[in-house]
């Protein structure tokens, strides 16, 4: 059974970065597909990210497009999310999710295994 542990979330000024980290233990991690979620207070959970299991192939929510970068080391059996020029309205706890298959899918629909999330917060 596949276990997906978040860190890197903090509190940070608008304007600012952090590099999320999703490192997954007890499974095998490149050949499944990956995705970023996340969920504000009150709000459903949004897709933010998805990434293929080469990590060739990625996708972004047109609202982060730009400036968020999703990425994989398979060695290390880690997921990122480097996060740039954040905004007040990015707040939200960020979500690791494991696809069942070997690509992503931009809902939570395929996404079988996900982390306990990490809380991000962009001070205006």
């Known amino acids: 059974q596949v276990q997906l542990l978040e860190s890197g979330g903090g509190l940070v000024q608008a304007g600012g970065s952090l590099r999320l980290s999703c490192v997954a233990s007890?499974?095998?991690?490149?050949?499944?597909?990956m995705g970023w979620f996340r969920q504000a207070p009150g709000k459903e959970r949004k897709f933010v990210a998805g990434?293929?299991?080469?990590?060739?192939?990625?996708y972004y929510s047109d609202s982060v497009k730009g400036r968020f970068t999703i990425s994989r080391d398979n060695a290390k059996t880690t997921l990122y999310l480097q996060m740039n020029s954040l905004k007040p309205e990015d707040t939200a706890v960020y979500y690791c999710a494991m696809h069942r298959g070997s690509h992503y899918s931009t809902t939570a629909n395929g996404f079988d295994t996900w982390g306990q999330g990490t809380q991000v917060t962009v001070s205006s």
């Open positions: 990434i293929n299991y080469s990590g060739r192939a990625t």
């Open positions: 007890g499974g095998t991690f490149s050949t499944h597909g």
